[in-house]
């Protein structure tokens, strides 16, 4: 059950607070904030926190942490899995990403929706096509009156099908499908280049615009691939569990089909990464280099690299030379970022340089991670592929599509 939702900044403030039972008071979100400051970050804590007999289960997503307040005997994971869905449905309906400044400017919505998606303590409608439905008949009705008031939330017979997810009478011109396969790469990387590790964490997003009540089957070349997965209600699990092929008629609009974990990267990792960083105990300085470079054929670009270094606090401002692209140095953050736009291909890039440290102080014993970020269109790390997507049920024109996407997830070089 949950009791309470709270929405935080980066400094503690409450953005946002909602309650279903009772009102919980704000000392637990004293004390919470208590836990995260001992653990210096909040990523650094548990996501699963118990304070005071009750459960504490957070998110943290564009700046803003999100805390659900329950009771110890639930399953936190339908929390965190809510959690997600919130935020999605924030952003499909702020039609930006959710930050404190679009959260303050939307905040009426916000409740609006907030009050749709829990009823009576329970998570009942998370489906933006849905929501979008319901929020709309509330806008229509004027709850002024007794007359008025009971008629405030309330369907049409037409808005509710035979589907929680879809309603009936749907229609669109021109009728379109597409899919995104997202996969994001976690690796740490050596500083000779080597993986230490690599997994590839993955999600299919789809936008649909089709009209009535059409029934899609998508075929993959290996579904061996797919490990971990997680489904949209709207999938039909008897036939995925038969013969490994997704049957569902899709929600209206954007929603995630399923998302999933692999460990077989049928590509080497696309963007070929290694470094050094030493330090000088008499000059009390600090060298470093990194070198970049596409190691695969079927790569057409790799777009938007970042290279972020947290240096020492305290340091001065880093004498650097590089072969490509911009640097800059965050002299509050002492935060160093390398931006390349677009990597060329068959040819190294090299940042280089080196840093002072304060005159006193001990010499840092560990050399910091550098964090990387790319993306890539039309790869797919874990060989996935579409061989077959059919709609049936709908006799009109329709436009489709699949486009793969790769990227960094959490993606370190350890000097």
């Not at 589907?163 to 011109?173: G, T, V």
């Not at 304060?358 to 010499?363: A, L, M, S």
Request: charged share 25%.
């Amino acid at each position: 059950m949950i009791k309470s939702l709270f929405i935080l900044n980066t400094g503690g403030d409450i953005v946002l607070e909602k309650h279903w039972q009772g009102r919980t008071g704000r000392n637990i979100i004293t004390q919470f904030w208590k836990e995260i400051t001992k653990e210096n970050r909040t990523k650094d804590l548990p996501p699963i926190v118990r304070i005071r007999r009750q459960t504490i289960v957070h998110l943290r997503k564009y700046n803003l942490l999100y805390l659900i307040v329950a009771d110890q005997d639930t399953s936190p994971l339908l929390f965190i899995e809510f959690l997600n869905r919130v935020i999605e449905v924030f952003s499909n309906f702020f039609s930006t990403e959710p930050t404190e400044t679009s959260l303050k400017e939307n905040l009426p919505k916000a409740f609006e929706l907030l009050g749709e998606m829990v009823d009576n303590v329970f998570p009942v409608t998370t489906e933006t096509s849905m929501l979008r439905d319901m929020i709309g008949a509330t806008m229509k009705s004027t709850p002024n009156t007794i007359e008025n008031s009971k008629k405030f939330g309330t369907l049409s017979s037409d808005q509710v099908g035979g589907l929680p997810w879809r309603r009936k009478n749907i229609k669109h011109s021109p009728n379109e499908i597409f899919f995104d396969v997202i996969e994001s790469i976690n690796a740490t990387i050596e500083r000779s280049g080597k993986c230490l590790s690599s997994e590839i964490i993955s999600k299919i997003v789809c936008e649909s615009k089709l009209s009535g009540m059409p029934t899609l089957t998508m075929v993959f070349n290996n579904s061996s691939i797919l490990e971990d997965v997680s489904f949209h209600q709207c999938i039909n699990l008897d036939t995925w569990e038969r013969r490994k092929i997704l049957d569902f008629v899709p929600p209206d609009g954007a929603f995630e089909l399923l998302s999933y974990r692999s460990n077989r990267m049928q590509t080497q990792i696309p963007l070929y990464t290694s470094g050094r960083f030493n330090w000088s105990k008499k000059k009390r300085k600090g060298k470093f280099e990194i070198i970049l470079q596409v190691r695969n054929s079927l790569i057409k670009s790799i777009d938007n690299v970042s290279v972020l270094i947290p240096l020492v606090r305290g340091c001065s401002s880093p004498a650097i030379k590089t072969s490509n692209g911009a640097v800059f140095f965050n002299d509050q953050t002492f935060e160093l970022k390398w931006e390349i736009k677009k990597m060329p291909k068959n040819k190294e890039v090299t940042l280089k340089g080196s840093i002072k440290l304060p005159n006193k102080g001990e010499i840092p014993r560990e050399k910091p991670v550098a964090i990387i970020t790319f993306s890539i269109e039309g790869l797919c790390m874990s060989g996935l592929k579409v061989t077959n997507l059919n709609i049936s049920q709908l006799k009109k024109k329709i436009f489709k599509g699949v486009k793969f996407i790769s990227k960094s997830g959490n993606f370190t070089l350890k000097f």
